[in-house]
């Protein structure tokens, strides 16, 4: 945990930019505030840039403890903490999640993810604090954050995120992020704490002549998309390998078929059974990985040479054939790289 010299009390003084001294005391002051929060209405406004591409959009939030309504032109999310409605204004589809279904799941305390959460982001990044500065009429504290551990930067490269939290509520008001390739920003223009919204606000009634689906409807046509074998070899063209070689416990999952642009591109699931998998993907456009900080190695997949690539929690086996990528992908400790690598000298074309 970092430590540095420039706090005083719970509350940070600011006479110039200086590290942040006890971000223990930062991480658990913001988990009291949001668990004492009982809600807000704000007005949101987000860009996003890449490149020449720009797009802001704006939008409005109610929350209520575990309730929220979020309202975009052509967009809008209800929740009443028991049932989410998603609704696409110009499709005039509504989509019903029954969020009860979770309920027998082992799900961690949202307060021991907040934890979590922050107190990972504190440990793996530089902390500077900047000073007090106003976002929509609130005292905010101005945060720069820059990673400083190797899997972040591996992940993530040598951006810089900046953030303005609520002195009172610790609730994010501001937020940039800015990477290598693009930027982009989350600024609150307007929120107010003093509201009082009948639980009612938190339902929504599905328009005359809306279509509707559920989370069942999604998976039973996820479901449908998928592919066995058989039929992944008789909608593509490309050479879909054998595999002769997979390690114990492991078999084929299922497939993905996917054309978009002249652009084609197959994913081949291989699972234990339980939660350790792998995949094999297949593409007709060879391209070359440019993660930064990534670790590439030069490896034989037979008399093939390939790539090892190396990132964060991912290990990927990347070579070409016959003017077709082959990709073999294992995440963290699901699969060893050595088993990894016999998976791929043992495919047939």
């Known amino acids: 945990m970092k430590r540095a010299v420039c706090a005083c009390g719970t509350v940070l003084l600011f006479t110039a930019a200086c590290a942040v001294e006890d971000t223990d005391k930062l991480v658990e002051n913001a988990i009291a ?103 929509a009429d609130r005292e905010t504290i101005h945060l720069s954050l820059t990673p400083s551990d190797e899997e972040e930067i591996a992940m993530f490269g040598d951006g810089s995120y900046e953030i303005w939290i609520d002195e009172e ?52 046509e996820m479901g449908s998309m998928t592919m066995s074998l058989e039929e992944l070899r008789e909608s593509t063209e490309m050479t879909v390998p054998e595999t002769a070689y997979l390690p114990d416990g492991y078999e084929f999952e299922d497939a993905f078929h996917y054309e978009f642009s002249g652009d084609e591109s197959a994913i081949l699931n291989f699972s234990n059974g339980g939660h350790e998998s792998f995949s094999l993907g297949i593409s007709n456009s060879v391209e070359q990985y ?35 990528q082959y990709e073999l992908m294992s995440f963290g400790e699901d699969l060893e790289y050595d088993e990894l690598l016999k998976v791929a000298e043992g495919l047939e074309y």
């Not at 940039?176 to 919204?197: A, K, Q, R």
């Open 169 to 220: 509520t610790y609730l994010p008001l501001r937020m940039e992020w800015d990477g290598e390739d693009f930027t982009t920003s989350m600024i609150y223009t307007m929120i107010d704490y003093d509201i009082n919204l009948d639980d009612s606000f938190f339902t929504f009634e599905i328009p005359e002549g809306a279509e509707v689906g559920t989370w069942d409807d999604w998976e039973t």
């Open 290 to 324: 440019g993660f930064e900080g990534a670790e590439v190695d030069s490896v034989m997949i037979g008399d093939i040479e390939g790539e090892r690539i190396s990132m964060y929690d991912m290990t990927i086996l990347s070579w070409t054939d016959s003017g077709l």
């Open 33 to 135: 505030a949001q668990e004492n929060l009982e809600g807000y209405y704000a007005e949101v406004e987000s860009s996003f840039a890449f490149g020449d591409e720009n797009d802001t959009s704006t939008y409005k939030e109610w929350v209520k403890g575990e309730r929220y309504r979020y309202e975009q032109e052509d967009y809008i999310t209800v929740s009443d903490g028991e049932t989410t409605w998603s609704y696409d204004v110009e499709s005039n589809v509504v989509m019903i999640m029954d969020d009860t279904v979770w309920e027998d799941e082992e799900m961690p305390d949202q307060s021991e993810m907040m934890r979590e959460m922050l107190t990972d982001m504190m440990e793996s990044n530089d902390v500077v604090a900047h000073g007090r500065e106003t976002v």
